[in-house]
């Protein structure tokens, strides 16, 4: 079973650029589907990005071009760089991974960003 631990978060200006990384224990991330994920107050958690243990990865619209996920399968980190960042982007963001055999899921506690002027 992998532990997740996200760090990274914190407060940036409208176009401002922050990065995440997700670090992983307990399993190797090469063999999940990783993905990030964001929780906005009073929304649904949704995606915002996935790398599928092939390295397919993936974007919401509402990011793309913005935002780049990345791995490192030796380190067992996972990263999230988020550039010209807007309001709408404030949420608390988590990292995910899938276990595609088993079709566990496992979350990280979560870090929060805040877009604001």
């Known amino acids: 079973q992998v532990q997740l631990v996200e760090s990274g978060g914190g407060s940036v200006q409208p176009g401002g650029s922050l990065g995440l990384s997700c670090a992983a224990s307990?399993?190797?991330?090469?063999?999940?589907?990783m993905g990030w994920y964001r929780q906005a107050p009073g929304k649904s958690r949704e995606m915002v990005a996935t790398?599928?243990?092939?390295?397919?990865?993936d974007y919401a619209d509402s990011v793309k071009g913005r935002f780049t996920m990345s791995k490192d399968n030796v380190r067992n980190l996972v990263y999230l760089q988020m550039n010209s960042l807007k309001p709408e982007d404030t949420a608390v963001y988590y990292c995910?991974?899938?276990?595609?055999?088993?079709?566990?899921?496992?979350w990280g506690q979560g870090t929060q960003v805040t877009v604001s002027s």
């Open positions: 307990g399993s190797a991330i090469s063999f999940y589907s």
């Open positions: 790398i599928s243990a092939g390295d397919v990865a």
């Open positions: 995910n991974a899938f276990d595609p055999i088993s079709r566990g899921r496992f």
